[in-house]
């Protein structure tokens, strides 16, 4: 069970509020509201088409909410653009992974960093020197620490399309860490992977907020890694929050048992929810 929770009347880091999101006439989120709290793991789930992905886009910055806010460590970021939030600390890997396929390991690594790039031009004027050096430096050590932590030091200047799939997701978990973010958001970050990778994901996952105290932010179909890992689950539905709680409360509210059967997709709940009965 996850441990040394935050206390829970702690500032969230990251809050939405009633967001709207419509594509012509279909309402992918209809006024979607969660709170994650620092140093916490948060999980979406729901049926297909629940509006997962949409909401994690409108997080990131992909969508525009018609109607709803965005809130990151107190601030309102719902009209700040894509990159400026991943700036701001908000970093996130992508369902279908996102990587450049014909470079290294390295220096897709690399790449991260460029979130924090000075981009001003009086800036990168007086940008010289010793200040560089320094943050050349701050920059390697940040990178070894990323390859160290995530176990891939064997594959650093391996092509990133020679890797197998799990490794691939490491990689970008990799470059997600180099931005150094308060907030990781991870999109179906065991989608495809066999069972050990799928352990050793949930590991680093548990590992990133424990060692770096970064908050995760989770949309994943596996139930069992869902419910062993997450400080709370939120549940969508048709784009609306149909229950938000820990892993226990979730697991025990009739509507979210309901959705799952009725989108057909109930297997792994069901195995899930089966498991905890016969477990004392
Ligand atoms: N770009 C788009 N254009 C039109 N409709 C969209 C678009 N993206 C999502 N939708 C619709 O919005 C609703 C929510 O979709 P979304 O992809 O957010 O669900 P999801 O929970 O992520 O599903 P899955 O688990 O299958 O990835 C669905 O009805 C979907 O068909």
Redesign the pocket.
């Known amino acids: 069970m996850p441990s040394d929770l935050p206390p829970t009347s702690a500032a969230p880091v990251l809050r939405v509020e009633e967001l709207t999101l419509a594509?012509?006439g279909?309402k992918?989120?209809a006024g979607v509201g969660f709170a994650a709290q620092p140093g916490s793991i948060t999980a979406v789930i729901?049926?297909?088409?629940?509006?997962?992905?949409?909401?994690?886009?409108t997080i990131s910055g992909f969508y525009r909410p018609s109607a709803g806010r965005v809130r990151f460590e107190g601030a309102d970021i719902t009209r700040v653009p894509a990159p400026r939030r991943a700036a701001m600390g908000l970093a996130r890997s992508f369902?279908n992974i996102a990587l450049f396929r014909g470079m290294t390991v390295l220096d897709n690594i690399k790449l991260g960093r460029h979130a924090h790039l000075k981009t001003n031009v009086f800036d990168a004027l007086f940008y010289l020197g010793r200040a560089r050096r320094e943050e050349a430096e701050l920059r390697r050590d940040v990178e070894e620490r990323i390859i160290d932590f995530l176990e891939i030091d064997h594959i650093r200047h391996a092509s990133v399309a020679a890797l197998p799939y799990g490794l691939q997701k490491r990689v970008e978990m990799a470059r997600a860490l180099a931005m150094q973010p308060k907030v990781l958001m991870l999109d179906e970050p065991v989608a495809g992977m066999n069972r050990e990778e799928t352990e050793d994901m949930a590991r680093f996952i548990l590992d990133v907020r424990r060692e770096w105290g970064i908050t995760v932010l989770m949309?994943e179909?596996d139930m069992g890694m869902v419910m062993d890992l997450s400080d709370h689950v939120v549940v969508?539905n048709f784009?609306q929050v149909i229950a938000q709680g820990t892993p226990q409360q979730v697991q025990a509210d009739p509507e979210v048992v309901r959705a799952y059967l009725g989108a057909g997709d109930v297997g792994e709940l069901r195995r899930k929810l089966r498991r905890e009965a016969v477990t004392p």
């Open positions: 594509f012509g279909v992918a989120l729901g049926p297909n088409g629940a509006g997962k992905t949409s909401l994690f886009n369902q949309v179909h969508l784009g």
